[in-house]
């Protein structure tokens, strides 16, 4: 369940690859809890896939942690890939343009 601000963030690992799911709204107010959980999984050399399926809002500051993740990716750290965007969060990626940049795969591990 989404904690107050909006949003929960879990991350798992498999032996390659780091998930981190966000669940809920993906705004300045859980900007912090995201950006925390994407750099904390890029320290390591897993693959890291953002699990996107279910956030029902995402703003230009949630673009912005999807962006400097794969600009960190690009700088050397773990790559990101995100996986099933939702509806809303699909519509902010190909309006701007974002969607042709971040990989994105159609299965998690396990």
Do not use: H
């Amino acid at each position: 369940m989404p904690s107050p601000d909006g949003v929960q963030v879990t991350t798992s690992s498999e032996a390659d690859v780091a998930v981190v799911t966000v669940i809920g709204v993906l705004d300045a107010a859980s900007l912090t809890d995201v950006s925390t959980a994407l750099t904390d999984a890029q320290r390591g050399s897993r693959r890291v896939i953002v699990d996107l399926s279910e956030v029902t809002f995402m703003d230009s500051r949630g673009l912005g942690a999807l962006l400097a993740a794969n600009e960190r990716s690009r700088e050397g750290a773990a790559p990101i890939a995100v996986y099933k965007p939702s509806d809303p969060v699909r519509r902010l990626l190909e309006v701007s343009g974002v969607r042709r940049i971040l990989d994105e795969v159609e299965e998690l591990p396990g």
